[in-house]
C-alpha cells in the first residue's frame, strides 16, 4: 500500500490538511475544558440542526432507510454519545493519583498520571451508519482534546458529501476536516503519519490499514466485525427469545458489525422457533417490499453478495425459511432488498457459515448439549459480539467462561454497544483496542507518568548510589527473597 508513490497528488493535499491541523494543535498549546465542550456543542448543533438533510442524504445512498432507522440509529445515538462525554470530562481531565513505590509514598513521594490530547487523530469510517460511525468516535476524540481528519465510506456519496460541507460550516478545517473518495483516497490517508488512527470496516481492508500505519508507527484502534454468535439455552421462553432476537437481526437490514450471523437453539425447540420468527416478522414488518421500515442492502454489489448466500444453500439442499409474506423475497436488483430468511442448519463449508453475512440472514444450528455450542464458537475466530438467551446463571456463567468475544448481550441483542460507559471493541480477528466513554478517551489521549520526588534523598539514604557497600547488600537482602 504505497499511497504516495501511486497517487502523488492525493497524497500532497492529505499531507497539507495533516500538516494544517498539527500546526494549529501545536500553537493552541493546553487545550482547555471549554474548547472541547464548545467542539462537542457544535457537533450536536450540527446534528440537530440538519436532521431532515442528513436523513434523506443516508435514505438516497440506501435507496430505502426510513427517516426513523437514521434516526435513531445515527443522529440519536450520535448526539447521546457526544453529551455523555460532554457530562464526564471535567472528572476524566483531573490526574489520576497513583501509589509511589515503599518508602517514598511516606516521605513526601507522589506519583499520578496525566491525560495529555495525542494531537491529530484520523477516522476511518463504514457505509452501514454513515453518520454515528463518524461521531461516536469523534466524541471521544474531541473529549480527549484531539483534533480529527476523517475518511468516511465511498459507499455513502450522498451522506459524506453532505457531511463533507455541514463540518466546512461548523469547525475550521484546522479543528475537524472531512476528506471523500475512493479507495485511492483511503489508501493514502491510512498511509499518513496521525498520531492516532481508528479504522472500522472489514477485516482485509482492516489489514491493510494497518500495515500502512505500521510504517509510521501510528498507533491503530480496529473495530472489524465477525460471525457474532447467538446462544439460545433450553431453559428460554423461545417466544420472546424470537422476538427480541428476530427485531434485533432486522436493524438496519442485518448490515451492522454486531448483528447476529447465527444462532443455536435446541433441537426439540427448532419449529417453535421457525414459527414465533414469523410470527414476528409478521407483527412488524407485515410487508417486505415497499415497506420503508425494513431498510434495504446498500447497493446491489451487496444485494448479490446476500441472494448468493441463498442461492448456494438452496443449491445444496439446505432448508430456507423466508420471514415474508409469500413472493416478497427479494425485490429486482435496482430496489436491492432481501427479506429476512432462516438458513436451518447448514454445513459449515458454505459461505453463509464461513463470510461474515452482514445482510438480512440468520443461519439456525440445532444442538443438543452447551459443550457442543462452545466446542463450535471456540472453533472459530474470536467474535465481535456474544448473544446469551436464557434464564440458567450456571449455565450463562459456563458459556462466558469458556469462549471470548469483543463484547456481550444477555438476553439482548446490540445492548452493550448502547451503553456509553461500556468500552466497544473487538478481539483478534474482530478488532484491537477499544473506544466509547471513559475508555475512548483514554484510547485518544496519552497517560503521561509523573513522578514527584519528597523531601528525602532517598538512593542517597539507603545506599544505592556508588560507591556500594554494606548498605546495599542489606537492602537488596531484604529484598530479595521469597
Not at 448479490?304 to 427479494?330: S, T, W
Not at 462466558?400 to 444477555?410: D, L
Amino acid at each position: 500500500m504505497n499511497a504516495a508513490a501511486d497517487h502523488p497528488a492525493i497524497n500532497e493535499s492529505l499531507q497539507a490538511l495533516l500538516h494544517n491541523q498539527r500546526s494549529a494543535f501545536r500553537a493552541e498549546g493546553y487545550v482547555e475544558y471549554a474548547t472541547r465542550v464548545d467542539r462537542i456543542d457544535r457537533c450536536i448543533a450540527l446534528l440537530v440542526d440538519h436532521k431532515d438533510a442528513l436523513c434523506e442524504a443516508v435514505n438516497a445512498d440506501f435507496g430505502c432507510r426510513s427517516p426513523y432507522v437514521t434516526q435513531m440509529m445515527d443522529i440519536m445515538n450520535s448526539i447521546g454519545s457526544l453529551k455523555f462525554v460532554k457530562g464526564k470530562l471535567k472528572q476524566w481531565m483531573k490526574p489520576e493519583r497513583r501509589t509511589p513505590m515503599m518508602p517514598m509514598n511516606f516521605l513526601g513521594g507522589k506519583a499520578r498520571v496525566e491525560y495529555q490530547p495525542k494531537g491529530v487523530v484520523g477516522i476511518m469510517t463504514p457505509w452501514n451508519v454513515p453518520i454515528n460511525m463518524v461521531f461516536s468516535p469523534l466524541a471521544d476524540v474531541l473529549g480527549a482534546g484531539n483534533r480529527a481528519m476523517i475518511k468516511p465510506s465511498e459507499f455513502t456519496p450522498h451522506t459524506a458529501d453532505l457531511l463533507q460541507t455541514l463540518f466546512a460550516r461548523y469547525f475550521e478545517p484546522s479543528e475537524i476536516t472531512l476528506v471523500t473518495g475512493g479507495p485511492e483516497v483511503g489508501a493514502a490517508f491510512s498511509a499518513l503519519p496521525f498520531d492516532h488512527l481508528i479504522f472500522t470496516g472489514a477485516t482485509g481492508v482492516g489489514r491493510k490499514v494497518m500495515q500502512a500505519a505500521a510504517n509510521n508507527l501510528t498507533p491503530v484502534t480496529l473495530e472489524l466485525g465477525g460471525k457474532s454468535p447467538v446462544v439460545i439455552s433450553h431453559s428460554g421462553d423461545i417466544s420472546h427469545i424470537a422476538e427480541t432476537l428476530i427485531v434485533g437481526k432486522a436493524m438496519n437490514g442485518g448490515q451492522l458489525c454486531i448483528s447476529p450471523d447465527y444462532c443455536f437453539v435446541p433441537q426439540s425447540q427448532l419449529e417453535a422457533f421457525v414459527r414465533h420468527c414469523q410470527r414476528v416478522i409478521a407483527q412488524h414488518y407485515p410487508h417486505i417490499q415497499n415497506n420503508p421500515d425494513f431498510v434495504a442492502c446498500v447497493n446491489q454489489r451487496h444485494y448479490q453478495r446476500i441472494a448468493g448466500y441463498l442461492d448456494e444453500a438452496a443449491e445444496a439442499g439446505v432448508r430456507i425459511e423466508p420471514l415474508c409474506p409469500a413472493g416478497e423475497e427479494r425485490s429486482g436488483a435496482e430496489q436491492h432488498k432481501i427479506a429476512l430468511h432462516l438458513i436451518i442448519d447448514p454445513p459449515d463449508d458454505l459461505a453463509c457459515m464461513r463470510e461474515e453475512i452482514f445482510g438480512p440472514l440468520l443461519c439456525v444450528k440445532t444442538y443438543r448439549d452447551i459443550d457442543q455450542v462452545i466446542d463450535h464458537i471456540n472453533g472459530g475466530e474470536k467474535p465481535l459480539a456474544l448473544y446469551y438467551f436464557g434464564k440458567d446463571k450456571k449455565e450463562q456463567a459456563e458459556v462466558f467462561r469458556r469462549t471470548s468475544s469483543g463484547g456481550a448481550s444477555i438476553n439482548a441483542v446490540a445492548l452493550h454497544v448502547g451503553c456509553d460507559d461500556l468500552p466497544f471493541g473487538g478481539i483478534g480477528r474482530s478488532g484491537m483496542g477499544n473506544y466509547r466513554g471513559r475508555d475512548g478517551f483514554r484510547t485518544f489521549s496519552h497517560a503521561r507518568a509523573v513522578y514527584e520526588e519528597g523531601w528525602v534523598n532517598m538512593a542517597k539514604l539507603a545506599g544505592t548510589l556508588p560507591p556500594y557497600g554494606d548498605k546495599i547488600a542489606k537492602l537488596l537482602s531484604s529484598q530479595i527473597k521469597k
